[in-house]
């Protein structure tokens, strides 16, 4: 079945520091793929998606790029900043033409922090 | 806009103890999903619904029950309540239809404690 991994956390950065989340999947076809962003005591909303190969999702200064060649997804932003700590999460929501269409699967997430 | 709206968000339950959690949503969304997120884990799906009276489930059904009697509502059944249950569960509704789809939109959350 489908899968999403995602790096192992906590992530814990310098405000104005580069960041990077891994994530990489497993699914057939070509899946849509999202980063979904968790704050303390919330629920979940969306952050970027992308839906097909080599498409580069970005919002408030985070991007990632499709990769269907390394079946990765990974999060970055240049220079992270306090209101950015949240943990995140790396999703997918299955092939139009599969069984899993429109059933969305999440990574374990990664907790950011990031001091002043 | 309402969204997906949760009920309530926070209960206590003793063992043995039964609760319906309510989710509905104003969105026509035709997919709905119910989730737990235990402390400092990622997301598992229990139940999720293509559309109005069809339900599958999802990585971790066991000691819980759905229906989705119409669009708008998928509540979640816990039938004899176990302190394993202790978790906070997610509703989501998305749009998915000939590979248009669009993102899920999430509830706030209901805290369940187990004692």
């Known amino acids: 079945g489908d899968s999403v991994t995602q790096m192992e956390g906590p992530v814990t950065l310098s405000e104005e520091a580069f960041l990077t989340i891994n994530c990489t999947y497993t699914a057939t076809g070509y899946p849509s793929l999202f980063w979904y962003v968790q704050y303390p005591g919330e629920g979940l909303q969306l952050l970027l998606k992308?839906?097909?190969?080599?498409d580069k999702g970005s919002n408030k200064g985070f991007e990632a790029t499709y990769r269907k060649e390394t079946t990765s997804f990974h999060l970055e932003k240049g220079s992270v900043q306090v209101s950015d700590s949240a943990v995140y999460f790396c999703a997918l929501s299955g092939d139009a033409g599969g069984t899993s269409y429109g059933k969305l699967t999440f990574g374990q997430g990664t907790i950011l922090t990031v001091h002043p | 806009n309402a969204g997906v709206t949760q009920t309530p968000k926070f209960r206590i339950l003793k063992i043995g103890q039964s609760m319906t959690l309510q989710c509905t949503q104003d969105m026509n969304h035709n997919y709905m999903y119910w989730y737990r997120q235990d402390p400092g884990m990622g997301l598992k799906l229990i139940y999720y619904s293509v559309g109005a009276g069809i339900t599958d489930k999802g990585e971790v059904p066991n000691g819980y029950n759905v229906s989705r009697s119409t669009t708008e509502d998928f509540p979640l059944r816990l039938e004899l309540a176990a302190p394993s249950q202790t978790s906070v569960y997610f509703c989501a509704s998305s749009y998915a239809y000939r590979g248009k789809d669009t993102e899920a939109f999430f509830g706030q959350g209901t805290r369940l404690t187990v004692v």
């Open positions: 992308a839906t097909k190969a080599d």
